[in-house]
């Protein structure tokens, strides 16, 4: 792999970490655990911008970890179920200390 290679590579692991640490930090698993939900609703449920939280989840579609099955309305993946709320609260929890959890 070449080294302009190699770093992009890294760019991009690092996006797709901070996308899942943001998803954990408002907890967009939990929310999505028992049922598919507007991003209106989750926003409400997740206290956060609706226009934010739409580019979050649009973003964790790509990654497989929510879908959208109809416009506006999302839901988890299988990938997304893995008790994935538990797992990424750890990781971001030993990732950075200091966020008071």
Known sequence: M?????LI???KAYMRSRILACAAQIGIADALKD????????ASTCRVDIPSLHRLL??????????EPQRGIFALTEKGQLDLSRFLRQTVKTQN???GE
């Open 58 to 67: 649009r973003a964790l579609c790509c990654l497989e970890i929510v879908c």
């Open 2 to 6: 070449s080294a302009r290679r190699a």
């Open 97 to 99: 200390p200091s966020n």
């Open 9 to 11: 590579s890294t760019a």
């Open 35 to 42: 049922a598919e939900c507007s991003v209106e609703d989750l």
